[in-house]
Each structure stands twice: as structure tokens, then as C-alpha cells.
T-cell receptor, first 109, second 114 residues
Framework: GQQVMQIPQYQHVQEGEDFTTYCNSS?????IQWYKQRPGGHPVFLIQ?????EVKKQKRLTFQFGEAKKNSSLHITATQTTDVGTYFC?????????FGQGTILTVHP | EAQVTQNPRYLITVTGKKLTVTCSQN?????MSWYRQDPGLGLRQIYY???????DKGDVPEGYKVSRKEKRNFPLILESPSPNQTSLYFC?????????????FGAGSRLTVL
């Protein structure tokens, strides 16, 4: 089945630094979704990308889907303490949803 | 308020005692699914349903059962729980049957099997 590898597993940054998490697959993905889970909370949908080379922005967050649709990234510019949490990528294929292992982001003030 | 409601939120039980975790959504979503979350393993899909009376196995279905008799409800049944099913469980729903859309998650159910 589909597998999605996500790196890094952990990332510690100082407030104001940038942050990037990456997802990679050995197979072509039809879509990629990104979720954020705050400590003690549940995953919350951030965005979905479906087109090759697609780039979407949400304020300080930039999401990319690779040209070959085998990788994706989430970049946060100038992190804030409110950005702490775990960021997951996921891909859906006919109802089956595969998540990356997640990147736990810690932001030091 | 549009939401996915799971119950119970916390449960401690013993090996072999059947239990059901309920999941209900009020958004008329076609798609519903269950996940377990374990440290270092992320979210793993247990079962999913693309429509009423249609259910399919995810990546880790062993030891679990589900049913989708009506659109709004998707209970997760553990017929004979074992300690390796101790985990944090999430139910989620989505508008489209394929799951390739915005998923709304419930608040989670933390299960401990002794």
C-alpha cells in the first residue's frame, strides 16, 4: 500500500526562525493534505494540494506539492509560540488515508 | 455547531471486556473513518466508510469491528480488547466518499486496556 515518510520527527526552533517539514512517497500521490495537532488536541485540517507543482500560502505557511507528485513540504516563516504542535501530511486514495509520522515542532520564546 | 462527537473520551477497561466507542457527525458527511494514534507511529487508519452500509479495512483493522447503518454514526467495536489496543483513538468525517477532502476530527478517545 501507499506509504508516506515524513521528516524530521522533531524540530526545535527559536521564535522567529523558520521551520520546514517534508513528506516523501515512493509512489505518485493523487493528493496531499496537511493537518496540525496542538498538544492534547485533535488534528485540524490546514490545506489540500492536488496539482503537480502546486504552491499555496496561508499567511506565514507555505505548502508545496512536488512536480512528480511524490513529495510535499510545509514551510513556516518566522515561527511563533502559537505554531507549536505536530504537523502531519496525509494522502487519500479511494477512501484509504495514509498519514506521515508527523513532525513535532517546539518553539522556544 | 458542525462537529464530530466521540464517546467516551476516556476509558479504562480490562482485557476481554467488549466495548464500543461511538462516533457521530452532524454535517451529513459521506465519509467516516477511525484512526489510532501511538507515539512515534503517527495516525494509522483502522477502518473507513465511504457511504452507508459500505465499510473497508484500513492499515490496522485487526481486533476491531465497525458498522455504518446510518449516515451520521460510525461506532468502533472492540470485541475482546487486549493491552496492545491501549491508544488514543480519533474518528473523522469528510464530505466526499473518497476521503480526499477536508476531514473533521473528533476530540479523541483515550483507551487503556489493563
Amino acid at each position: 500500500g501507499q506509504q508516506v515518510m515524513q521528516i524530521p520527527q522533531y524540530q526545535h526552533v527559536q521564535e522567529g526562525e523558520d521551520f520546514t517539514t517534508y513528506c516523501n512517497s515512493s509512489t505518485t500521490l493523487s493528493n496531499i493534505q496537511w493537518y496540525k495537532q496542538r498538544p492534547g488536541g485533535h488534528p485540524v485540517f490546514l490545506i489540500q494540494l492536488v496539482k503537480s507543482g502546486e504552491v499555496k500560502k496561508q499567511k506565514r505557511l507555505t505548502f508545496q506539492f512536488g512536480e512528480a507528485k511524490k513529495n510535499s513540504s510545509l514551510h513556516i516563516t518566522a515561527t511563533q509560540t502559537t505554531d507549536v504542535g505536530t504537523y502531519f501530511c496525509a494522502s487519500a486514495s479511494y477512501g484509504k488515508l495514509t498519514f506521515g509520522q508527523g513532525t513535532i515542532l517546539t518553539v522556544h520564546p | 455547531e458542525a462537529q464530530v462527537t466521540q464517546n467516551p473520551r476516556y476509558l479504562i477497561t480490562v482485557t476481554g471486556k467488549k466495548l464500543t466507542v461511538t462516533c457521530s457527525q452532524n454535517m451529513n458527511h459521506e465519509y467516516m473513518s477511525w484512526y489510532r494514534q501511538d507515539p512515534g507511529l503517527g495516525l494509522r487508519q483502522i477502518y473507513y466508510s465511504m457511504n452507508v452500509e459500505v465499510t473497508d479495512k484500513g492499515d490496522v483493522p485487526e481486533g476491531y469491528k465497525v458498522s455504518r447503518k446510518e449516515k451520521r454514526n460510525f461506532p468502533l467495536i472492540l470485541e475482546s480488547p487486549s493491552p496492545n489496543q491501549t491508544s488514543l483513538y480519533f474518528c473523522a468525517s469528510g464530505l466526499q466518499g473518497t476521503g480526499a477532502n477536508v476531514l473533521t476530527f473528533g476530540a479523541g478517545s483515550r483507551l487503556t486496556v489493563l
